[in-house]
């Protein structure tokens, strides 16, 4: 019932910074937490930052100071604003849902790669 589509990837050196988008459609009122994930090659999936609907946020300890998630309700989008970005970042960002019904949805993931 909803659906997630990031934006925002690409290629950057280290030390600087992206901001990822996710644009989500569909049952939007449904929505209880939206965050962002990745997947480095060969790793598992990791949680880097999640916001509720009143706007808090939680970071993952390797990017607290440098990543800032945050959303606009009126258009129904979240970011990830990345700062000082490390080698050790690079790795498909996916942005993610829950609903109040406990219901998950995924986008597709935008590859991040930092690299001189």
């Known amino acids: 019932q909803v659906q997630l589509v990031e934006s925002g990837g690409g290629l950057v050196q280290p030390g600087g910074s992206l901001r990822l988008s996710c644009a989500a459609s569909g049952s939007v009122s449904s929505i209880r937490v939206m965050g962002w994930y990745r997947q480095a090659p060969g790793k598992q999936r990791e949680l880097v930052a999640i916001i509720f609907s009143g706007g808090n946020p939680n970071y993952a300890d390797s990017v607290r100071g440098r990543f800032t998630i945050s959303r606009d309700n009126s258009k129904n989008t979240v970011y990830l604003q990345m700062n000082s970005l490390k080698p050790e970042d690079t790795a498909v960002y996916y942005c993610?849902?829950?609903?109040?019904?406990?219901?998950?949805?995924w986008g597709k993931g935008t590859l991040v790669t930092v690299s001189s």
């Open positions: 993610n849902t829950h609903l109040w019904d406990d219901m998950i949805y």
